[in-house]
């Protein structure tokens, strides 16, 4: 694949017949979503950030120069449409890890009926530019989680809809930052369990990558053509266990906790009880999506100029900065208004 860096002359003209000015950023006001707005106009773009609760979050995104954040229901089709008109690209980092059922119907409304409209809505408004954040192991046809099978189903609509939308989907392995919730979940969780730490699904293996990584690919991916059509695997320098990361967790944050590896049975049984707790911190989907290891067969990251930061420079800055009560005290109540649906499992 050619640079994105170093692009071919003869497709320069390419580039300026297609050149992005203003982006709609649906999902723009979640963890990843706020990284990418604010690198995004940093680097001059205009940006429209569709949400459904413009107060809400306008603390995160409002001060952001070139940024208009637009309270809509980014699935009604016609709104959709409308809000589209003036845009040149989209970037659709809507995603569930959970839903308030247990049939898939949640998972299907959230990332391919929203995906459908996403389609429908560029090629009525002519924007030839799409990009989607998926997740590693989507497969419409052999996920195991309706996580996966949808997200996958996701990718295929869109790469497969129309010719003259050139769409670039990006599968990370889990994310960590400052906001996350893969690293700040576990450290909250690892703080109320006194002692021990029962952990489902001990033994399967991850490769962090860090938002500001995902998110400078993105970018770079955005004008280049040699992105066009391909989906990407993104992931950290290291490979861990899931294991491995909770005992770092816990001993960035300096306490001990006896970690009780759980067996598939019980990881199992504990993931269907936990389907009927609020908020549903873990939940038999994710054990499902757990059964596989988020880990990438080829890094692209390297070929885009970037070197990817592993957790042991990155966490701890996060993890420990500020106080951890007041850190939380924010965490739960922002999970306790948020929809049971749109809550995060790592």
Do not use: W
């Amino acid at each position: 694949m050619r640079s994105p860096i170093q692009v071919a002359p003869l497709l320069k003209s390419q580039i300026k017949n297609m050149l992005i000015k203003r982006i709609a950023i649906l999902g723009g006001t979640g963890f990843v979503g706020q990284s990418l707005c604010n690198q995004l106009s940093q680097a001059g773009y205009a940006l429209k950030v569709l949400t459904r609760n413009r107060e809400y979050n306008r603390d995160n995104l409002i001060l952001l120069p070139n940024l208009d954040l637009v309270q809509t229901n980014i699935h009604d089709a016609d709104k959709l449409k409308q809000h589209l008109a003036d845009c040149d690209a989209v970037i659709n980092l809507v995603g569930i890890l959970n839903e308030k059922g247990r049939n898939g119907v949640g998972f299907k409304h959230a990332h391919v009926e929203l995906a459908e409209k996403i389609m429908a809505a560029c090629e009525a408004n002519n924007i030839n530019r799409i990009l989607q954040l998926s997740a590693l192991n989507a497969d419409a046809i052999n996920g195991k989680s309706y996580y996966l099978r949808t997200k996958g189903e996701a990718e295929d609509l869109l790469h497969a809809n129309n010719a003259d939308i050139h769409v670039t989907s990006f599968r990370p392995s889990v994310i960590f930052g400052e906001k996350d919730s893969f690293f700040n979940r576990f450290a909250y969780l690892l703080k109320r369990s006194p002692f021990f730490f029962p952990l489902a699904c001990h033994a399967t293996k991850f490769a962090p990558v860090y938002v500001l990584d995902l998110v400078h690919m993105m970018i770079r991916s955005l004008n280049d053509p040699g992105s066009y059509d391909q989906r990407f695997q993104l992931c950290g320098p290291k490979t861990y266990t899931l294991a491995a990361l909770v005992d770092f967790t816990a001993t960035v944050m300096g306490i001990k906790r006896n970690i009780i590896p759980l067996n598939d049975v019980v990881s199992r049984a504990q993931a269907a009880i936990f389907d009927f707790v609020p908020g549903k911190p873990f939940s038999t989907d994710n054990y499902l999506s757990a059964k596989s290891d988020s880990v990438c067969e080829c890094n692209i990251l390297a070929r885009y100029a970037i070197h990817p930061q592993a957790i042991e420079s990155i966490v701890p800055q996060y993890l420990t900065h500020h106080s951890y009560r007041s850190r939380y005290t924010e965490y739960r109540r922002k999970s306790h208004l948020a929809p049971s649906h749109d809550r995060q499992y790592p």
